[in-house]
């Protein structure tokens, strides 16, 4: 295995997983908060979109999914607070887009030579993610990173257990 295929390996994964957690969830339980001061599960998702996006733009300009107007908007911090299930997506919104991003980001991935991968990142990342394949790395343990938020809200609601 290269280091492309490591890299599409974990982002697969991650969204793997992730899927695994939202399999059977509601629309109506994509609104529910982890703990207090957390946020929901359908900003998480739109946060996720939205900052997969942001990072691919970042060292591929021009190869990231388009996302539908306003929706950084509605996935930004300010947004965060808000419990109206109506400035939010639906699951499948969610996971269809999901998949439209994902694809941009492998086929960006998939352009890259090796070579290309230690090639110096942007500038407001070079503190935490110096390289391309750095961001590439950051791109695919994201999900994961929320995805354990999912737990404690699928044992308050009785859901089998699935990793």
């Known amino acids: 295995m290269n280091a492309k295929q490591a890299l599409q390996s974990s ?13 059977d969830l509601s629309d109506a339980d994509l609104m529910l908060r982890p703990g207090p001061g957390c946020n929901h599960i359908a900003w998480q998702l739109g946060h996720l979109l939205v900052a997969e ?27 965060a607070p808000s419990d109206d299930p109506a400035k939010f997506c639906t699951k499948q919104q969610y996971l269809d887009l999901a998949q439209k991003v994902r694809s941009a980001t492998s086929a960006a991935l998939e352009k890259k030579s090796e ?27 994201h999900p994961l990173m929320h995805a354990g938020q999912l737990v404690p809200i699928r044992r308050a609601l009785g859901k089998p257990i699935v990793m």
């Open 53 to 79: 996006v942001g990072l691919l733009s970042s060292i591929c300009p021009g190869e990231a999914a388009e996302l539908p107007a306003g929706f950084a908007e509605q996935h930004n911090k300010e947004a």
């Open 115 to 141: 070579a290309d991968l230690d090639l110096p990142g942007p500038e407001q990342y070079k503190t935490m993610f110096p390289t391309v394949g750095s961001l590439f790395v950051v791109i695919g343990s």
């Open 11 to 23: 982002i697969d994964m991650s969204w793997q997983v992730l899927n695994k957690y939202l399999d």
